[in-house]
């Protein structure tokens, strides 16, 4: 074909190309949606070659390409996965395929992200010699200038285009410092909007702000798996404000199986490195020796998360050995079975088996990928499967409260017990807390702080020691339940420091609303 005699596609338009076809160079018709498709499928030795953009549709019920490992689809550039704020379009499995590369050339993959001011978790879902600033700052499609300058606050506001954000560098007292390094400069010896993982033994993890010794320079290709980054919205927004935008992340695809960066630390960042919804169950279990380097834990940050400044924290799941994942600090299980698949572009933290002591990788594998529910905004899996826990388990919340009114859901921390736990110091079912930017809750004991305790099922006298930090001024509750708990002639009591008092807590799965203020 050519340009002028183009295809005319649609949002609702599916392209099937098969049976050995070789379908040549495709052109699409470059008004309205007509450069659109929903599914664009390249099978059974089929082959074809993009001469234009063609988009491949965004939503609630976004479209997917769908390839195998004989057949060929030439991107020449102009393949683009869309995303909105209600689901992106994605690469569904590609079958029978360890290292092929089905799809060549590059690829733009959209992110789009909701209009809050928060952390994201974010990794870039493809590879290539891009820099991360050209990759955070990518502008649309018919944008002037694709990659823009640096902006200071002595110049005029940066239009608002929903693409690409501002880029805050760490304690930049110059434009020309900040430039430098390819970031932007908002405010005078402010933090940095882009942070990397690193983790010791003795000081334990952080996403510090970066400085002299741990910069990240915007001007080089990405080299973290995961970066926590700040999101105002679109470069336009430097000040308190927000708005929505869309990454276009561009490169050539991942595609077979494939290891993420290694860790050589106790605790690291892992990544989703397709584009395409990834579930963590499945990663564990692929059959790639991932249960023999990694404990069954993952860590996702959840940008939606609130607390006293509403920027997001981490939503733990862990497998609790029986029958399914306990979501330590979720409202209810439930609600974690959402975190349990990664959308393109997310990042999450992994846990090295302590018998490990070199450095790991956890490999993914096409098959891991979900065909639906996923890629999300908000990070979260849309109509989660439930799996339902036959653990005994009690959930402590912690809400902002006016009285015994809850407001908003603020952290939780939960205790498990079933007798595959043990009573020891360091029971491998125990699962720690990282911190987050707000409240926090958690269950202490032999020194270690921990989202989830695992413990064998109670006997007289036992103790759950639950502190609270990070507090503000204000009033609290505490919400606290308990599933699968029958266990006659078992009674436990809610125990307040502070006020020197005792409450009875029902055991019998009944929310028990407990209120306090913070004065000091």
Known sequence: GNANNALRGSNNSNLTIGNGAAAGILFFRNSSTHNFLKDLRCVGNGSATLGNRLNITAGSSAGKVKVDATSLLASNGNLVLKSDTTGSAFVDVIENCTTCSPITGEVEVERAMPNRRTWRLVNIPVTGNYTLRQQLTRQGPTAAVEYPGQWCPDQPAAPSTGYGTLITGHSMSLCANAWQVGADHITNGGSS???????????????????????????????????????????????????????????????????????????????????????????????????????????????????????????????????????????????????????????YMVQRKSNVSTAVGMTIRESDKV?????????????????????????????????????????????????????????????????????????????????????????????????????QQRSYALSISTEQFNRPGLAADLIDNFRKTRTQIPLNGTNFIYPFSVDT
Request: proline share 3%; hydrophobic share 30%.
């Open 193 to 347: 909007s882009v942070r990397r993982y690193t983790y010791s033994s003795s000081s334990g993890g952080s996403w510090a702000s970066n400085n002299t010794t741990n910069a990240i320079n915007y001007n080089a290709a990405p080299d973290q798996a995961g970066y926590l980054m700040f999101l105002r919205g679109d470069r336009s927004v430097s000040g308190s404000g927000s708005n929505a935008t869309t990454f276009r992340f561009k490169g050539t695809l991942r595609q077979g199986n494939t290891a993420a960066s290694s860790i050589n630390a106790d605790y690291g960042v892992g990544a989703n490195p397709y584009a395409a919804p990834v579930n963590v169950n499945n990663v564990f279990n692929n059959g790639t020796g991932n249960e023999t380097r990694f404990e069954r834990n993952f860590w996702i940050w959840d940008g939606e998360k609130v607390g006293a400044n509403g920027l997001g924290g981490y939503r733990t799941l862990s497998y609790d050995g029986v029958s399914a994942y306990t979501c330590g600090d979720c409202g209810t299980n439930a609600e974690g079975q959402q975190f349990l698949t990664l959308n393109t572009g997310q990042s």
């Open 371 to 471: 065909s639906s529910g996923g890629n999300v905004a908000t990070m979260r899996m849309a109509n989660a499967r439930l799996m339902n826990s036959t653990v005994t388990n009690m959930r402590i919340q912690l809400h902002r409260a006016n009285g015994a009114n809850l407001e908003s859901f603020v952290d939780a921390t939960t205790a498990r017990f079933n007798d595959i736990y043990q009573r020891a110091a360091t029971e491998p079912y125990d699962v720690l807390k990282q911190v987050n930017n707000d409240e926090g809750i958690m269950l202490f004991r032999s020194s270690r702080y921990m989202v989830i305790e695992s413990r064998p099922f109670p006997t007289g006298n036992d103790t759950l020691r639950v502190p609270i930090w990070q507090m």
